[in-house]
Each structure stands twice: as C-alpha cells, then as structure tokens.
C-alpha cells in the first residue's frame, strides 16, 4: 500500500542488522559521505566487511546469528 503512495522515507539507524528488514536501500555513510549503497541483504552489497570495516573503524565478523550477519569484534 505505501508503495502505490510513491513516499519516501529516510531512517537513520546506527544498528545496520535491524535495517535490512525495513528498508528497500542502504546506504552507508562515512563521514557525511556515501560509501556504499545498495539493497539489502541478502546477497550482501552493502553489509560487508570491505565496506563496515574502513567506516567503522572496527574489525566485524559473521556471528552466526541469521538475520543479524555481522557484529563488531573487541579485543
């Protein structure tokens, strides 16, 4: 139904695990700046490594949850 409105919506949501259900696109941003911008997943365009890792400043990997691909690793 929201759809057929042709409405637009912007959410700024710092836990990209609870995005991906709710959103048609992704976009993550580094500094004011997009980085990576996609669907979400699966498959992973935006949620991966390659891309979290430089604009979060942290190592991530999989956790083995479904639904929630990617968690920070803390020494």
């Known amino acids: 139904m ?3 409105l ?3 919506t912007i959410v700024v949501q710092y836990d990209l695990n ?5 959103c048609n696109q992704i976009a ?3 500094r004011g700046k997009i980085v990576a911008a ?10 991966v490594p390659e891309n979290l890792e ?3 400043e ?11 691909p990617f ?3 803390i020494p």
């Open 71 to 73: 968690t920070p690793r």
């Open 38 to 47: 996609g669907p979400p997943p699966p498959p992973p365009v935006v949620v």
């Open 18 to 22: 609870l995005a991906g259900p709710y």
């Open 2 to 4: 929201v759809a057929a």
């Open 28 to 30: 993550l941003l580094n």
């Open 58 to 68: 942290l190592n991530v990997g999989r956790d083995g949850i479904p639904r929630r």
């Open 6 to 8: 042709q409405l637009y």
């Open 54 to 56: 430089p604009a979060y």
